[in-house]
């Protein structure tokens, strides 16, 4: 292939205002929760009022007796085929999991009905900590053996990197085991070892728009899926396999999200268009706050071990590090991808990496923007951070001596391709507040750096184009646009094909119609989607030029599309306009084919991004309280297709970060009830806690992505907590191992680290 | 007991409407269910996201821990409300402008907040544009942008109270 | 919501007549701004059958006014009236700021301040229907031995959940008057004593019956040489419930202390006047060695929870800040 000559970015690269602007501005935007069907239901779920329990009945008579209920299903009346039931029947095996749904003609009355009734359970112990799990003849997350799938994932469903096969224990679900080199020689080899545990909490996602989903049963023998999805081909296989439907029977139409962050993958799609053909009307279930909270997928507690071992010319001589996750009530944690991370972003000659998911009477976990990243920064910069102090080094200097760069080696195998970040933690040393670091220590405040890093997503994808009768190109596609991205792709495809980006159209079609893609989600969209539009579009590109050099009785190559047309290089009185081809290969006498352009993308190396972050912090000796001053956020985003949007990406990673460093858990008491189920009591930063974040795009062109791009959505959201609590170290000289760092947290540090003195 | 009705008389954006509400829907229900008036976002439904904002006589508060009853005799303003019938209300063009939203879910909370303040004050501090939003929570990260869209929108705003009165 | 009957009187005579519990026992119940009540009705741990509203009866209003003894606020007055009224501000900072620091302008713009005393506490099990806790009738409080991060650290009460009303602390800081009306007349009732421990007979957090109704507040003049402050602590910047609040209101007269009156909100079921931290402080010079001992006496009876021994720290602290913050020269 030849490669395309460095020409001048036009649309790529710019920044661009939103494409979807005036709808979301003005309340005019439909979401999914806003439509309404004729004949429409109300779904409202019953859930489980204990972690752990056997359900002995549930009488739904006095509920089924409230005027406007339709129906109150319980899990035998689902027409389920395929699949776990969406509800639980002899068992509950997590507060708040659904037991039956109530559907009536109003929210109201639904909520009326929830009420009436009547479960007959009896509480079982729970499994409700990585303690309670791991005890000796302990309490099981299910007194039936039924669940074979789990008991299989026990036996085979170990990380590749295992010794060997083994029987887990009770409980345990998966496991990893990473090894290189001598691991007892590379801790006898160090001048200092440093060892350090650090915990994190459940975390929830956090979406502004509760799940919610509407399905109806068409009339045409189809089923109308409206969703908040991040997935819809996800989401049409699910919803087909579930119902014993050919995937075509199920028409997923993609609903603007109102966030998602890894949470919406799908999760009671299903459900609900079991309800919707059990009663054979169209039934809407967007979750109360407190259900969400409740029965979401949020992202699983955990507790790394690292043990770091280095020299005193500054160079790592050995990891070892044990995580693990408590998952929710099935394997579901990421647990993998921490445990690479954990031994990636630094060259380490000899490393141990164990780790174990256990799984627990909580709702299944989920991914949350860039899973099992936060707490694998957290981990290893922290430890990095500790080994630098004990050895006498600048932590920055230490970083750079040690970072990973091209072609050293993964825990799990492969190298690393061309990554940037080094050049992301030069651009950090050479920002003033680092420089100054000294002087803004005299004044009570601390500085702290942490690194992180993503693999990058891959997924194929594709794209569809037509030049329509305007002149304008139309791209239709099969992802999702969370925050804007669609925008990305106007860009791309305008740069392609030489057009202005107004004169872009981006469609999204239903899971019917639209060009298949793979889900929006781990950073992969404009990497992979964005390649396959570029494909799309150089592809109408070649078909127009074709068409014009017929016309104009050219060469192809001695062409160019500029303004709106097509002309000779350099002479621009012979041309023909866009419009005029378009309308030529839409007569019937033009005798040239329309244009319709076909990208595909089946990328196979990622681009992993990395971000490193740098925050200067103070924290109230009385209180505890930790206030970020200012905070710098620098990444390696390959190329930034539209720079205001990559910042945007970063200001939602570094305030997520910000949740996950100081504010954010979720509390479940011994009995396995959700204590923080609502947005009062599961604090998500506001305004006030979220500072001024300065920018820094590093620009390392990826190999495969449109024009270099690389993901950009996860790294912001790693470093947050790892920043932060180095930062905190800096202020304070304490280690602080666990987040969120509340107040009560830190002013407990603070004491024992006095006691200690 | 059978769900008691009330009549209810509400000016809503300008209009008045007659409706016959149980005591127990809210403000935000019946602005979404009985007048269709989706933009303003149904999401905690406990007074603790902002993203029910709307006005009462002016005056920002939570929809969701409004009763419809309660606002008979009264004037409501929703984000539908805001934007004059031939373009955009200077909050909505700050946005725009700034960058101030990304998944739009808590935007209509956002604007209505910041509509709020510059209704009563078009010379806003940095204080008083963050105090106004203080009760709107965005996860998408866009806050900095809000705070920076509420004083682009309070120059915006006077610029055009300028040219009116020049005219 | 369950369904209820809703009624506007606009006597206040009509409105008394009405609250109060029926013979079968279900409840009438005024409201107000309705934050609180609305919460707790959605959580289904209240269902009353008829809300009273409040807002059109004549003889209730949201008046603040200064006058030659001191200070009348009605009780329709909303936090963000008393935030931003430039007599409180000037006169009654205590009350300003804790007006100001609590939930969020929208909720300010909705709470009014006699729905702000009443309201019932944010504790989690009694928040949560599911859980039977002693507060909402039960026999014992899970928190005690639970999860118990944000409770109370003095143990007076069965209950160990905390008093959630920053202006409660305030108005008590600054020796107000709860003036009350019920069938059978006006009452009025010091700050200090309208707020009561719950008892096994009485599970609420004040002494104002079911039929009886707040008009409004009325604070004395403020000394010559007085100052007060509100502090809060909370786990989060802003919209959140204190961990600990300090209200702190002190005169100081030629250079002593002549009168003080200090009040912790966060750490018990109601708001805790620190009577022996005032007593001491009468008579003293000011300086940061006596605030320091006020602080280590506010708690010297604390018994912490497993998991709120940091509350202990957070209160000693702010009432050591608080009280150099009331007697901080001017400027």
């Not at chain 1, 053996?145 to 679900?173: C, F, I, Q, Y």
């Not at chain 1, 997935?231 to 296989?237: E, H, I, L, R």
């Not at chain 1, 910042?647 to 479940?668: C, F, K, P, R």
Request: with cysteine; charged share 20%; net charge negative.
């Amino acid at each position: 292939m030849v490669a395309t000559e460095p020409r001048e970015l036009r649309s790529v690269g710019q920044r661009l205002k939103r494409i979807d602007s005036p709808k979301k501005l003005t309340g005019q935007e439909r979401f999914t929760g806003d439509l309404r069907l004729p004949g429409m239901l109300y779904a409202r779920l019953v859930g489980s009022p204990y972690a752990h329990a056997r359900i002995n009945g549930i009488d739904t008579s006095a509920a089924l007796a409230v005027p406007g209920v339709a129906a109150v299903l319980l899990a035998a009346d689902l027409p389920i085929r395929e699949g776990e039931n969406p509800l639980a029947s002899d068992e509950a095996i997590y507060n708040g999991q659904p037991l039956a749904i109530v559907l009536a003609e109003s929210e109201a009355i639904a909520e009326d009905a929830v009420l009436l009734v009547d479960i007959d359970a009896e509480p079982l112990d729970p499994v409700t900590s990585i303690e309670e799990a791991l005890r000796e003849g302990g309490p099981q997350t299910r007194f039936s053996a039924a669940h074979v799938d789990e008991a299989e994932a026990r036996l085979h469903n170990s990380d590749a990197g295992a010794a060997e096969e083994k029987v887990l224990p009770a409980n345990v679900t998966n496991t990893v085991d990473y090894r290189r080199g001598d691991i007892a020689k590379g801790f006898a080899d160090a001048d200092q070892v440093v060892e350090l545990t650090i915990t994190s909490e459940q975390v929830h996602q956090g979406y502004i728009e509760p799940q919610v989903t509407l399905v109806a049963p068409s009339p045409l023998g189809k089923l109308d899926v409206y969703t908040s999805t991040q997935g819809m081909f996800v989401v049409q296989n699910k919803v087909a396999q579930t119902l014993g439907l050919q995937a075509s029977e199920v028409e997923v139409h993609q609903m603007p999200v109102g966030g998602g962050f890894g949470g919406k993958f799908g999760l009671n799609e299903a459900m609900v268009a079991l309800a919707a053909v059990a009663v054979n009307r169209p039934v809407l279930l967007q979750l109360t706050r407190m259900e969400d909270f409740l029965s979401a997928n949020p992202a699983p507690a955990c507790e790394i071990r690292v043990k770091l071992g280095g020299t005193s010319d500054g160079f790592i001589t050995a990891l070892q590090a044990d995580l693990t996750f408590l998952a929710g009530i099935a394997p579901s944690s990421p647990l993998g991808i921490a445990a690479i991370l954990v031994g990636g972003y630094y060259r380490f000659p000899n490393m141990e990496i164990t780790g174990q998911e256990i799984i627990s009477n909580r709702p299944k976990s989920g991914a949350y923007r860039a899973p099992g990243a936060q707490q694998a920064s957290l981990a290893i910069e922290a430890a990095i951070d500790e080994l630098a102090r004990a050895l006498g080094k600048d932590p920055m200097d230490f970083r750079l001596q040690n970072c990973a760069v091209e072609g050293d080696e993964r825990p799990n195998g492969g190298a690393w391709p061309r990554i940037g970040l080094k050049e992301t933690l030069e651009a950090i040393r050479e920002h003033p507040i680092w420089q100054e670091r000294e002087a803004i220590r005299q004044r009570g405040h601390g500085v702290g750096i942490g690194v992180g890093g993503w693999p990058g997503g891959l997924e194929p994808a594709t794209a569809v184009c037509r030049l329509d009768a305007d002149g304008k190109l139309t791209m239709m596609l099969g992802s999702v646009d969370l925050n804007g991205s669609n925008t990305g792709m106007a860009q791309i495809a305008a740069e392609a094909l030489g057009i202005e980006t107004d004169d872009v159209n981006i469609n999204v079609g239903t899971s019917s119609s639209a060009p298949w893609s793979g889900s929006t989600g781990g950073s992969k969209i404009t990497y992979t989607v964005g390649a396959a539009v570029q494909r799309a579009a150089e592809d109408a590109r070649k078909q127009i030029l074709e068409i014009a050099a017929q016309r104009l009785e050219a060469s192809a190559d001695d062409l160019e599309i500029a303004d709106g047309n097509v002309q000779v290089k350099g002479v621009p009185s012979s041309s023909i306009s866009l419009k005029q081809i378009a309308e030529l290969s839409m007569s019937g006498d033009g005798g040239v084919d329309p244009v319709l352009g076909r990208g595909a993308s089946a990328i196979t190396q990622a681009a992993p991004g990395f971000a490193v972050h740098m925050a200067e912090v103070s924290v109230d000796e009385l209180t505890g309280e930790t206030t970020i001053h200012r905070y710098v956020a620098a990444q390696d985003v390959g190329l930034a297709i539209n720079p205001a949007l990559v910042e945007d990406q970063i200001h939602g990673g570094v305030g997520q970060g910000i949740g996950w460093a100081l504010y954010e858990g979720m509390a479940y008491d011994d009995a396995g009830q959700l204590m923080t189920a609502s947005l009062m009591d599961y604090a998500i930063p506001k305004a006030e806690m979220i500072p001024n974040i300065e920018i820094i795009l590093v620009q390392v062109p990826s190999e495969h992505g449109p024009y270099g791009a690389k993901g950009i959505g996860e790294p912001p959201a790693v470093p947050g907590a790892a920043v932060i609590t180095n930062a905190i170290r800096d202020a304070t000289g304490v280690r602080v191992t666990h987040i969120p760092v509340r107040p009560e947290i830190m002013a407990r540090a603070l004491d024992s680290a006095a006691a200690a003195d | 007991m059978a769900p008691q009705r009330m009549p209810v008389t509400v000016t809503v954006n300008g209009s008045d409407h007659h409706l016959l509400v149980e005591p127990r829907h809210t403000l935000l229900d019946t602005l979404r269910e009985d007048l269709r008036l989706t933009g303003t976002k149904k999401v905690c439904d406990m007074g603790n996201c902002g993203a029910c904002t709307v006005h009462v006589d002016g005056l920002a508060v939570y929809s969701c821990l409004t009763l419809a009853v309660e606002t008979d005799g009264h004037e409501v303003r929703t984000i539908e409300g805001v934007a004059p019938p031939d373009g955009l209300d200077p909050v909505q063009e700050a946005f725009i402008r700034m960058d101030a939203f990304q998944c739009g879910f808590c935007t209509p909370g956002q604007i209505m907040s910041l509509r709020a303040l510059l209704d009563g004050n078009d010379d806003p501090t940095d204080d008083d544009i963050q105090t106004a939003v203080s009760g709107n929570l965005c996860r998408c990260g866009a806050y900095r942008n809000i705070l920076r869209a509420g004083r682009l929108a309070a120059d915006l705003q006077r610029a055009r109270r300028e040219s009116e009165v020049a005219r | 919501m369950r369904p209820f009957a809703y009624e506007r009187p606009e006597s206040i005579t009509v409105a008394l007549s009405r609250l109060g519990d029926d013979v079968d026992g279900a409840a009438v119940r005024p409201l107000a701004g309705g934050t609180d009540l609305l919460t707790l009705m959605k959580a289904d741990i209240v269902a009353p059958h008829t809300l009273i509203d409040l807002k059109r009866v004549v003889e209730l209003d949201d008046r603040i006014e200064m006058t030659a003894e001191g200070m009348t606020i009605g009780a329709l007055a909303t936090l963000a009236q008393i935030e931003s009224h430039p007599d409180i501000v000037g006169s009654y900072a205590a009350l300003a700021g804790a007006a100001s620091q609590a939930a969020t302008p929208q909720l300010r713009n909705m709470a009014t301040i006699g729905g702000n005393v009443l309201q019932r506490p944010r504790c989690w099990y009694f928040r949560d229907p599911q859980i039977s806790c002693w507060l909402k009738g039960g026999d014992s409080c899970p928190a005690r031995d639970g999860e118990n991060a944000h409770h109370a650290i003095f143990q007076d009460s069965p209950c160990v959940a905390v008093h959630p009303s920053d202006s409660a602390a305030a108005l008590i800081a600054l020796d107000a008057t709860v003036r009350i009306r019920g069938a059978s007349g006006e009452r009025a009732v010091s700050a200090g004593q309208f707020f009561a421990l719950p008892t096994d007979e009485h599970r609420l957090e004040s002494v104002l019956g079911p039929d009886e109704l707040i008009l409004g507040f009325t604070l004395p003049a403020p000394a010559a040489g007085s100052r007060s402050v509100y502090l809060k602590a909370m786990d989060r910047k802003t919209w959140a419930f204190a961990l600990v609040g300090v209200a702190a209101s002190v005169t100081v007269t030629g250079g002593t202390i002549t009168d003080a009156r200090v009040v912790l909100g966060g750490v018990e079921p109601i708001p805790r006047r620190l009577i022996a931290v005032e007593e001491l402080l009468h008579g003293s010079v000011p300086s940061d060695d006596l605030f320091r001992r006020m602080g280590e006496l506010a708690v010297v009876d604390a018994q912490p929870l497993s998991q709120n021994g940091y509350k202990v720290d957070l209160a000693r602290a702010l009432v050591t800040r608080a009280l150099a913050d009331a007697t901080a020269p001017a400027g």
